[in-house]
């Protein structure tokens, strides 16, 4: 019955095809500029929001929409440093317009100095999740959904655990900004997923490169944004409902969002957010995966109030999940361990049935975010803006050695990790004069990290203090930018050992620097070329983490000899954007001082059983590779796009390659759009494959297994959109590994044990008010 449901569907879907009108070939362009000024707003965006479809002004300002039928539509203009805009076009011919946008002072201050620095003309490379790119990829986490970008890749903890990974560097390398704010949680750990919803995005961006200068020293990969819509400038109320089911794991997700302002109160608005999400044991191709399940529950809400000359925001947002964690990746003796290695399945696996229940061992996360942000503009100096933000994240985590409610005192974790995270940042920028934009800042962070539990890592306080300044120049065909950063680091940490509290004092600073450039060729090519250096000094976990460490299975030893790690990264894009082809292909290569990493080292056997060994050590190393991005409009329904990843990595002291780091893949996929007079409006179909190569760049006899065959994944999606009186329906259809193929991920710390999810079909459906 369900099989016949969804046939109908898709049917239903190509049937719009066969009603298309003639008159669908008409053209809608024109210019954005500053109303102040009239100078062009390059890289605005530009959707018409009944066909849900939009482009990006180029650097002219200059935009163009073709193959769109005769109508009545909503133009929708939006720019991170322009308030929001939407005029009514009445399109019988070929039209273009001239719209101007007004300056906006209510953004945050991170995404301020990204439109200083980045967002006008980049010169670093920049990958953007679209709106309706976003929509098929709801309630997936955030690094499934970051994983389809060039560049990107995700490494696993199983099926329910993943992070984001660009150029092959995660973790306390990878700074993600949830709504302006850097994310602080325990990130050092690979199995610790970031603590964000992404229901709380209407935008996913990745900044690739070392962007030490302006976030310091958690950017020495990039930096992923993670941006909320602006709040309503008009009276009234609206929101969305989203629902979504996957097949796998069956799995439900309820997400909300209610918001509006008032005649009352003017220039004020307010936002609330909601999420809820519960799932059971996920199945591969053959079997059933133990402890697999997933629950979680989160809230956010915002107050704003917005003016041209100044202006504030407070949000608060709190996370909250429980994660199963896959009970056969923890066994008994050496020999179990060993033929679970060798085994095509986990033991007995056949027998693993289908439930929600979440036993041990598994994590229980809670996240708070507290935000208060303010600006003012200061006449003809620029505008000046203060963030504060407190983060709290207590992570539980429970071993597997005693049944879940054993205890009379309910579940004791075994490990409790609890930081309190303060941050402080004020930032001045100057605005534009003369083709001359730059700001200067400072930002500080207090942390205070307590473990309850058997003692994986010391406690520790940390103060980090920094400064930066960046200046650009944008001329008519050559623009620049430029920045320095001192940063300054103190640690003191406490632990036990023998009965006696010993403590370790350390302080670590140093100077970034980055300088780009981007030069247009003609309307069609540009070049851009960044030189960026980078630093962090070793966290906590690398220095001192000593033993089991259940969420992850495995055990791992810290080095307190480790000494900070520098990196010199270096990037060219060349793009090219004509009228049906727009491709984009970047070059990079990291050489990294003292390069810090987790190296296999054996098995041992504790009281909880047998355990894969990990140490952490320190190498020279280089890591060198290219993003490649296609998209071809075959005709104005028909998209063909092509999204490829190549790394080469290197450990140039052992003279071997880099263990653990992406594969290569590359992916193509073909949609077909089309437009329509009468309900429903709009809707596509797509079919993509994704190929992944085998890993064959591993230092041999390191690995406790080889390295796993290499994969062809084919998914495919349709969606629809009802634009009703007061309400818009959307729905969607997406079904990943349609063929129920069988396969290993390399990145996936528990493909020692057990395959990746099978086929997954996901239905949408979103309710826009």
């Known amino acids: 019955m369900v099989n016949r449901s969804f046939l109908l569907i898709a049917l239903y879907f190509l049937s719009g ?29 530009v959707v018409v929001k009944e066909l849900n479809r939009g482009t990006v002004t180029d650097s002219s300002g200059k935009f163009s929409l073709e193959g769109i039928c005769e109508g009545q539509y909503t133009l929708s203009c939006s720019h991170i440093n322009c308030e929001h805009k939407d005029i009514v076009v009445d399109l019988k011919k070929g039209f273009r ?20 620095k980045i967002a006008p003309k980049p010169t670093q490379p920049i990958s953007v999740i679209d709106q309706r790119a976003l929509e098929e990829l709801r309630g997936k986490n955030l690094g499934e959904s970051l994983s389809r970008m060039a560049g990107v890749s995700i490494l696993q903890t199983g099926a329910t655990i993943a992070k984001p990974v660009i150029h ?33 995005a209407t935008s996913l961006k990745v900044i690739k490169g070392a962007n030490a200068v302006r976030y310091g020293s958690g950017a020495m990969a990039g930096v992923i944004l993670v941006e909320p819509g602006a709040l309503r400038d008009s009276a009234g109320i609206g929101g969305e409902i989203n629902l979504v089911g996957f097949s796998n794991g069956r799995s439900g997700t309820v997400s909300g969002i209610l918001e509006g302002s008032s005649e009352l109160l003017p220039n004020w608005a307010w936002r609330v957010q909601g999420t809820v999400k519960k799932a059971g044991n996920l199945h591969t191709p053959d079997y059933y995966l133990e402890n697999t399940g997933a629950q979680e529950d989160n809230f956010s809400l915002t107050l704003g109030y917005h003016t041209l000359e100044k202006g504030m925001e407070v949000y608060y947002s709190r996370f909250h999940n429980e994660l199963g964690i896959l009970a056969s990746a923890h066994l008994g ?3 179990d361990l060993i033929k679970a290695f060798e085994s095509p399945q986990p033991l007995g696996a056949d027998t693993i049935p289908f439930t929600y229940e979440i036993q041990r061992p598994y994590q229980d996360i809670t996240h708070h975010l507290l935000k208060w942000n303010g600006y003012l503009r200061l006449a003809q100096k620029g505008k000046v803006s203060l963030t504060y933000a407190y983060q709290n994240n207590q992570r539980l985590e429970f071993d597997k050695h005693k049944p879940r409610g054993s205890n009379d005192e309910g579940d004791i974790p075994e490990l409790d990790f609890q930081i309190h995270t303060h941050t402080l940042e004020g930032v001045w920028d100057w605005g534009r004069a003369r083709g001359w934009s730059g700001s200067v800042g400072s930002f500080g962070m207090y942390q205070d990290n307590y473990l309850n539990g058997r003692p994986f890592i010391p406690n520790f306080v940390a103060i980090n203090g920094s400064a930066f300044a960046i200046q650009r120049w944008k001329g008519e065909k050559l623009e620049w930018e430029g920045g320095l950063r001192y940063d300054y680091n103190w640690m003191n940490s406490a632990r036990e050992e023998r009965g006696i509290d010993i403590y370790s004092i350390r302080s670590f600073q140093n100077i970034s620097g980055t300088i780009g450039g981007l030069y247009y060729l003609n309307e069609k090519w540009n070049v851009k070329a960044n030189l960026g250096s980078a630093w962090r000094p070793p966290h906590v976990d690398e220095l001192f983490s000593n033993g089991l ?13 480790l000494v900070p790690e520098t990196a010199f990264k270096g990037l060219l894009t060349l793009t090219y954007s004509g009228r049906k082809l727009q491709g984009e292909l970047t070059f990079y290569h990291n050489h990294f001082n003292h390069f810090i990493y987790l190296r296999p080292d054996g098995l041992e056997t504790t009281i909880r059983g047998t355990f894969p060994v990990f140490t952490y050590d320190q190498t020279q190393a280089r890591l060198t590779g290219a993003d490649l991005e296609i998209h071809y409009q075959f005709m104005p329904d028909l998209l063909w796009e092509i999204k490829g990843s190549w790394l080469n ?49 591993v230092p041999e006899g390191q690995d406790f297994t080889e390295s796993p065959e290499g994969y062809s994944l084919i998914h495919a999606k349709a969606g629809m959109t009802m634009p009703l009186d007061k309400f818009q329906l959307q729905f969607g259809l997406t079904v990943d590994n349609l063929l129920n193929v069988t396969y290993r991920n390399y990145l996936n710390r528990f493909r020692y044990f057990a395959d990746e999810m099978g086929r997954n079909i996901s239905v949408k459906v979103k309710v826009v008010f």
């Not at 008159?23 to 605005?44: H, K």
């Not at 317009?97 to 100095?113: G, K, N, S, W």
């Not at 460490?549 to 000899?561: K, L």
């Open 168 to 200: 092959g560097l995660h973790s306390n390398r990878l700074l993600i900004l949830n709504n302006g704010i850097r994310q602080e949680g325990q990130q050092w750990g690979s199995e610790h997923a970031p603590e964000i919803d992404p229901f709380i």
């Open 549 to 561: 460490h259940h969420g992850a299975a495995a055990v791992q030893y810290g080095d307190s000899t």
């Open 17 to 45: 095809s066969m009603f298309s009108q003639n008159n669908c070939q008409l053209d809608l362009s024109g210019v954005l500029t500053y109303a102040e000024s009239s100078e062009p707003i390059p890289y605005a965006t």
């Open 97 to 116: 317009a001239h719209i101007h946008l007004e300056p906006r002072d209510y953004v945050t201050e991170e995404v301020q100095i990204l439109d200083v």
């Open 333 to 335: 003796g050496e020999s």
């Open 649 to 697: 990595a290197y450990n140039q002291t052992d003279n071997e390659p880099l263990i653990y780091m992406p594969a290569n893949w590359l992916e193509n996929e073909l949609t077909y759009e089309w437009k329509l007079k009468y309900k429903p409006q709009s809707g596509y179909v797509s079919l993509g494959m994704r190929n992944v190569a085998r890993q064959n760049r």
